[in-house]
């Protein structure tokens, strides 16, 4: 009876995940698997790694509780927050468990453990090659754009990069990462040129040359905004190369 009880829960769980709705659906899950329905939750997933093995329970520190949830897919943890956020499970779960993987935003319930599994598929997106941890949607919403419209992003990444990915891994390193300080600074020239050991008209110098290159203005805000996206496409993006 506990074994049909148990599946019957994680049946529930299923629903909810897969954007599911119903009368009640939320609030008999929460009885079944003994879950607040009115809790913050969080939802984290990454590759399947094999067979799926067993559903499992598992805690973590600062209150965190997951309810690891394996498919043929994907691996997916539901993941009760507490008074914690969802990067405290990010951090968590790089250190234990093999990434890459996504984390979803918190969301208030339940019910909405449809929205975040999606939110969460959007994060793991942003988990370019060779990447191992598990990133947090928040502070990746852009990268997650360019991700989830493959086929745009990636004719954005060749029509604003197409000449800089042509030339030398070097120089094109080095321009990438001037352009990479400059946007952490706020555009501060002086401030990035601090960051990368260097004089401020070097940073300036770097930068007209990747305006000459790109054919864009960072000046410009609808241009930089392309620069920007087309980074993050290329970055993201199934062989979009390296920069």
Same mark, same amino acid.
């Given at each position: 009876?506990?074994?049909?009880?148990?599946?019957?829960?994680?049946?529930?769980?299923?629903?909810?995940?897969?954007?599911?709705?119903?009368?009640?659906?939320?609030?008999?899950?929460?009885?079944?698997?003994?879950?607040?329905?009115?809790?913050?939750?969080?939802? +984290?997933?990454?590759?399947?790694?094999?067979?799926?093995?067993?559903?499992?329970?598992?805690?973590?520190?600062?209150?965190?509780?997951?309810?690891?949830?394996?498919?043929?897919?994907?691996?997916? +943890?539901?993941?009760?927050?507490?008074? +914690?956020?969802?990067? +405290?499970?990010?951090?968590?779960?790089?250190?234990?468990?093999?990434?890459?993987?996504? #984390?979803?935003?918190?969301?208030?319930?339940?019910?909405?453990?449809?929205?975040?599994?999606?939110?969460?598929?959007?994060? =793991?997106?942003?988990?370019?090659?060779?990447?191992?941890?598990?990133?947090?949607?928040?502070?990746?919403?852009?990268?997650?754009?360019?991700?989830?419209?493959?086929? @745009?992003?990636?004719?954005?990444?060749?029509? @604003?990069?197409?000449?800089?990915?042509?030339?030398?891994?070097?120089?094109?390193? =080095?321009?990438?990462?001037?352009?990479?300080?400059?946007?952490?600074?706020?555009?501060?020239?002086?401030?990035?040129?601090?960051?990368?050991?260097?004089?401020?008209?070097?940073? =300036?110098?770097?930068?007209?040359? =990747?305006?000459?290159?790109?054919?864009?203005?960072?000046?410009?805000?609808?241009?930089? @905004?392309?620069?920007?996206?087309?980074?993050?496409?290329?970055? #993201?993006?199934?062989?979009?190369?390296?920069?």
């Amino acid at each position: 009876m506990r074994q049909r009880g148990n599946e019957r829960g994680w049946a529930l769980l299923d629903a909810l995940l897969d954007n599911e709705t119903g009368p009640g659906l939320a609030a008999l899950t929460a009885t079944v698997l003994g879950l607040p329905e009115a809790g913050r939750y969080a939802v +984290a997933v990454m590759a399947p790694r094999g067979c799926p093995g067993p559903v499992r329970r598992t805690t973590g520190a600062h209150g965190l509780r997951f309810l690891w949830r394996p498919r043929q897919d994907r691996e997916i +943890a539901v993941v009760a927050l507490g008074e +914690a956020d969802p990067a +405290a499970a990010a951090a968590h779960l790089t250190d234990r468990v093999p990434g890459p993987g996504g #984390v979803s935003p918190a969301v208030e319930g339940l019910a909405d453990l449809g929205r975040a599994r999606r939110l969460a598929d959007a994060a =793991l997106l942003t988990c370019g090659p060779g990447r191992a941890d598990f990133v947090c949607l928040d502070g990746r919403i852009p990268a997650a754009l360019v991700a989830g419209q493959p086929t @745009v992003s990636a004719h954005l990444a060749t029509d @604003v990069f197409g000449p800089l990915l042509a030339r030398e891994p070097a120089d094109r390193a =080095l321009l990438v990462s001037t352009l990479d300080a400059w946007l952490e600074c706020g555009g501060s020239a002086g401030r990035a040129a601090v960051r990368l050991c260097c004089h401020r008209n070097t940073v =300036l110098n770097r930068l007209r040359r =990747l305006e000459e290159l790109t054919s864009r203005s960072l000046s410009r805000p609808r241009e930089l @905004v392309e620069v920007v996206l087309a980074l993050d496409a290329v970055r #993201v993006l199934p062989g979009g190369g390296a920069v």
